[in-house]
């Protein structure tokens, strides 16, 4: 089992940063691959950058390249969105999710942490 917890969230004008948080807790964090997804109003919810156990194969949405960098520390039981140059449509509830390699699904979900961007 794994227990994801975020946090960074809050509100930025247009243009600023934010660094979103995921604590993990359970021993088997650095055996999962994390990602982060996030949720509009009235939207779906859409992926955004994923990584794998340890660091590699990383992978982002469109939308995020060159402005946003997922990272992760195993020795903090950790992960991270530094997000960058943000925009007004960059606004959304952002969640932490972990699965186990080859499971093709993400099994653990965090409570999500909601990021606002004002123009």
């Known amino acids: 089992q794994v227990q994801l917890v975020e946090s960074g969230g809050g509100l930025v004008q247009a243009g600023g940063s934010l660094r979103l948080s995921c604590a993990a807790s359970?021993?088997?964090?650095?055996?999962?691959?994390v990602a982060w997804f996030r949720q509009a109003p009235g939207k779906e919810r859409d992926f955004v950058a994923g990584?794998?156990?340890?660091?590699?194969?990383?992978t982002y949405a469109d939308s995020v390249k060159g402005r946003f960098t997922i990272s992760r520390d195993n020795a903090k039981n950790t992960a991270y969105l530094q997000m960058n140059s943000l925009k007004p449509e960059d606004t959304a509830v952002y969640y932490c999710?972990?699965?186990?390699?080859?499971?093709?699904?993400?099994?653990?979900w965090g409570q999500g942490t909601q990021v606002t961007v004002s123009s």
């Open positions: 990584i794998g156990r340890t660091g590699g194969s990383i």
């Open positions: 359970g021993r088997t964090f650095s055996n999962t691959i």
């Open positions: 999710a972990a699965t186990i390699p080859g499971r093709g699904t993400y099994d653990y």
